[in-house]
C-alpha cells in the first residue's frame, strides 16, 4: 500500500511483448523511505527517528531584545507575531537580524499599527543561523520548528 503523497513513487506495470508485464519505480520521491514508499514520518523501516521541536523567542517592552541560534538537521522557516503594547505608532518597530555564513539580513517594521499582525514570508535559514529580534513599544514572538534526530 502506497500513501497517496508517494504515488509517483508506486510500482508501474507495463506490458512488454517479449517479456511479459514488468513492474518497476519510475522514480523516487524524496519525501519518501525508498524502502517502504511511506512518508518520513510514517515510516517504520528506519532505526532513525526524526521528531519536530517547536522553538519560539519572545520579547516586550520588558525585555526588549532576545537572540539564539537556530538548531536541528534541516532548514527552517520563521513566522513572526507582533502587536503593539502601548506608545503611539510612530514610534513602535519591530527589527529581525538573521546572521548565517557570515552574512547578515536584517527585516525591519516600523509605524506599527494596532492590532495582531503576522509575517510568514522570511526565507529559509540553516541550522547553525543566529537569530535576533528587537522590540520598541511592542510584543513580538518569533517561531520556527527544527528537525532532530532520536
Not at 524502502?35 to 516586550?60: G, Q, R
Not at 537556530?70 to 507575531?81: A, F, K, P, R
Request: net charge negative; proline share 6%.
Amino acid at each position: 500500500m502506497f500513501h497517496s503523497c508517494c504515488r509517483n513513487n508506486a510500482p508501474v506495470i507495463v506490458y512488454y511483448p517479449y517479456f511479459g508485464y514488468v513492474g518497476y519505480k519510475p522514480y523516487f520521491t524524496p519525501s519518501c523511505c525508498p524502502v517502504c514508499s511511506m512518508p518520513y514520518n510514517l515510516c517504520t523501516c528506519s532505526n532513525e527517528t526524526l521528531m519536530m521541536i517547536p522553538e519560539d523567542l519572545a520579547v516586550d517592552t520588558a525585555i526588549s531584545t532576545r537572540d539564539t541560534f537556530v538548531g536541528g538537521i534541516e532548514d527552517v522557516n520563521l513566522t513572526l507575531e507582533y502587536m503593539s503594547d502601548g506608545g503611539t505608532p510612530g514610534t513602535r518597530t519591530v527589527t529581525i537580524t538573521i546572521t548565517s555564513g557570515g552574512g547578515t539580513t536584517v527585516w525591519k517594521e516600523t509605524n506599527i499599527a494596532d492590532g495582531y499582525h503576522v509575517k510568514d514570508d522570511f526565507a529559509s535559514i540553516q541550522p547553525g543561523a543566529n537569530v535576533k529580534i528587537e522590540v520598541a513599544d511592542c510584543k513580538a514572538r518569533l517561531r520556527w520548528c527544527e528537525t532532530i534526530c532520536c
